[in-house]
């Protein structure tokens, strides 16, 4: 079963500080995407990344794609309180099902 | 390009009742899927209609069914509801060139 795990659960940080999120599989995917949620709205989708050790800037989002293509990070570099949402990766899995994590909740206080 | 579109957005229902609910697709997408969205369990697959076949199911009870029609719109429906049906339930097209997916806003459904 392909599995999709992101760390860290939840997030709390200040505004202006640096964090990352992983996605992390034992599987070898042939993309993977990032999404941000908003509480009482669907998933928004950020980037995919499709190459082993890509990396993608969306503004102050820097996304990676491991060079095996069994895992993903998320930078995002100083932080503001409009980047608050649940953050989800996600990929197709070998039964062409679109698989997500559990997802990571961050919080950015003013 | 207008988004996906899913109605109604809030649903409160008694255990024991049917439900359906809609989605319209972005104009040109042909695959519309269903998810269902729990604290507890994350974002998880229902099945997936292109050109109004079911091409991919998860693994739910068959209670929960689906079809699309010939203009891509979407219906999910839940039957004999029970109390750990309450999530939101969202809908997404996708794009079949990138295999993008665009997700509408969810119906919020509680099962009381």
């Known amino acids: 079963t392909q599995l999709l795990e992101q760390s860290p659960q939840f997030l709390s940080i200040q505004e202006g500080e640096n964090l990352t999120v992983y996605c992390n599989s034992s599987?070898?995917?042939?993309?993977l995407q990032w999404y941000r949620q908003e509480p009482g709205e669907g998933p928004v989708l950020l980037v995919t990344?499709?190459?082993?050790?890509e990396v993608k800037k969306l503004k102050r989002l820097t996304f990676q794609f491991g060079d095996a293509r069994k895992d993903s990070s998320l930078h995002i570099t100083a932080a503001q309180p409009g980047d608050t949402g649940l953050y989800l990766c996600?990929?197709?899995?070998?039964?062409?099902?679109?698989?997500f994590g559990q997802g990571t909740e961050l919080s950015v206080k003013p | 390009k207008a988004g996906v579109t899913q109605t109604p957005r809030y649903l409160i229902k008694t255990r024991g009742q049917q439900v359906t609910l809609s989605c319209s697709p972005i104009?040109?997408?042909?695959?519309v899927s269903w998810y269902q969205q729990t604290p507890g369990q994350g974002l998880q697959f229902l099945f997936e209609?292109?050109?109004?076949?079911?091409?991919n199911k998860g693994n739910f009870p068959g209670r929960f069914s689906g079809r699309q029609f010939s203009n891509s719109r979407s219906e999910m429906n839940v039957s004999t509801l029970e109390l750990g049906d309450s999530a939101l339930y969202l809908c997404?097209?996708?794009?079949?060139?990138?295999?993008?997916?665009?997700f509408g806003p969810g119906t919020r459904l509680t099962v009381t």
């Open positions: 104009s040109g997408h042909r695959s």
């Open positions: 209609y292109f050109s109004e076949t079911q091409r």
């Open positions: 599987s070898v995917f042939s993309s």
């Open positions: 996600a990929g197709y899995n070998q039964g062409g099902k679109l698989i």
């Open positions: 990344v499709v190459t082993g050790g």
């Open positions: 997404a097209s996708r794009d079949s060139r990138t295999y993008e997916q665009y």
